[in-house]
């Protein structure tokens, strides 16, 4: 049996605890039952990293064809873009180029199939910003990167995914004032209908249950309290109802996190970032796992950030990067076996 291919995961901010968390997740490898992975981008900051918290982990330089063989021993890397010259917890636009070829040649790989799905460390995005990055975020470079010639770029999609709760804003990197004028039905119809597709591909739910939370406070209160969620929200439900998916909204987002409210559906989508974040991180803050949905390839990432306050100290946990790991597995294998399964369809019919 040939082994799957390893996954690849991205540097992410060489000031922030993308290092840590990617040196203490390998070291601890064996009790984390961590799937093989390589990282691409600068070995240097690595072993800068590595010597600065006291952590011994050899790394090998190498391909993704040998990671999976050498991961019990070493920490594959394959050296990608530009030296990092950032100090831990320092954050410095001149980061940027390393970042953005990290993550380039993690994104190379995966998308000529020699790694099984992508995980990236954090970045800040002020400092890409800083640094000329012409991007939101990941989602949005990660789509821009995925589009092909005379297709439309495909439609990204956010999800916070624990045990616990799922989530999705359906506005995502937007300023808090812009985010009504962003609310249309189209918007909230094609992100319920890629919830509901990955959520039934990717995650193996026959039929996901999604709920829709109000833009306004008790969602509305019949038209008194905002427009909104009768105007867009509201009919956005409907339609997807019209094509069988089972989504309910629009509810009021204060009552919809306790654990009775949470029971009865399997994704929240939240009108913008922060309705829909805080409850997630709130409950699972270190399992919590950033999930982009609507990509032709598997993306996840920890679902926090560079945390430049903690970089380079040893406190941080690399928990969260090591659910993403291995949810990148999972569903990596669930699409290989999917795949699997309907190229014998395909040829039983030919
Ligand atoms: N996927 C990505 O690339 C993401 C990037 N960011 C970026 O990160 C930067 C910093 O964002 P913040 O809002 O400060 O959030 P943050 O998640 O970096 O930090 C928030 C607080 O949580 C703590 N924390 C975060 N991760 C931790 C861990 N693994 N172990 C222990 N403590 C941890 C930090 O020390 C800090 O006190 C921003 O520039 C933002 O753009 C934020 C979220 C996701
Ligand atoms: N708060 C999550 C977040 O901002 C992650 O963004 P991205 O870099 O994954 O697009």
Redesign the pocket.
């Known amino acids: 049996m040939v082994a799957p291919a390893p996954l690849v995961l991205s540097l992410?901010?060489p000031a922030?605890?993308g290092p840590?968390?990617t040196l203490k997740a390998w070291a601890q490898r064996r009790d984390f039952g961590l799937p093989a992975f390589l990282v691409a981008g600068d070995p240097g900051a690595l072993k800068a990293r590595a010597h600065h918290l006291g952590l011994t982990v050899p790394l090998a330089e190498t391909g993704p064809e040998d990671a999976a063989g050498r991961f019990a021993e070493a920490l594959p890397v394959m050296p990608a873009g530009p030296a990092s010259t950032a100090s831990p917890g320092k954050?410095d636009a001149s980061s940027a180029p390393c970042v953005v070829a990290s993550l380039e040649a993690a994104l190379g790989l995966v998308q000529a199939g020699r790694a099984a799905a992508l995980v990236?460390?954090?970045?800040?995005?002020?400092?890409?910003y800083a640094g000329g990055f012409p991007f939101p975020?990941?989602?949005e470079f990660l789509a821009a990167r995925a589009a092909r010639p005379g297709r439309p770029a495909p439609h990204p999609v956010m999800m916070i995914w624990s045990e616990q709760l799922a989530v999705v804003p359906a506005t995502i990197h937007l300023p808090y004032a812009d985010v009504p004028g962003h609310l249309t039905i189209e918007l909230l119809v094609e992100t319920g209908r890629i919830v509901a597709g990955d959520m039934a591909r990717r995650f193996g739910l026959a039929r996901p249950r999604l709920v829709f939370c109000g833009l306004n406070p008790h969602a509305g209160e019949e038209g008194t309290l905002g427009t909104e969620d009768e105007a867009v929200v509201r009919p956005a439900v409907d339609a997807l109802k019209r094509e069988g998916i089972d989504a309910r909204g629009p509810l009021p987002a204060d009552t919809l996190f306790h654990p009775e409210a949470r029971a009865g559906y399997d994704v929240a989508v939240g009108m913008y970032h922060d309705q829909v974040l805080i409850p997630a991180?709130t409950l699972a803050?270190?399992d919590g796992v950033?999930v982009t949905l609507g990509l032709p390839f598997i993306r996840t990432?920890?679902?926090?950030?560079?945390?430049?306050?903690?970089a380079g100290t040893g406190?941080?946990?690399?928990?969260?990067?090591v659910a993403a790991l291995r949810l990148a597995r999972r569903l990596a294998d669930a699409e290989a076996a999917l795949a699997e399964r309907e190229g014998r369809r395909a040829a039983s019919v030919a």
């Open positions: 992410g901010d922030g605890i840590d968390i954050p990236t460390n954090p970045l800040a995005k002020s400092v890409m975020g990941h989602t991180k803050f270190h950033n990432s920890p679902d926090h950030g560079t945390a430049f306050d903690i406190r941080a946990n690399p928990s969260s990067l």
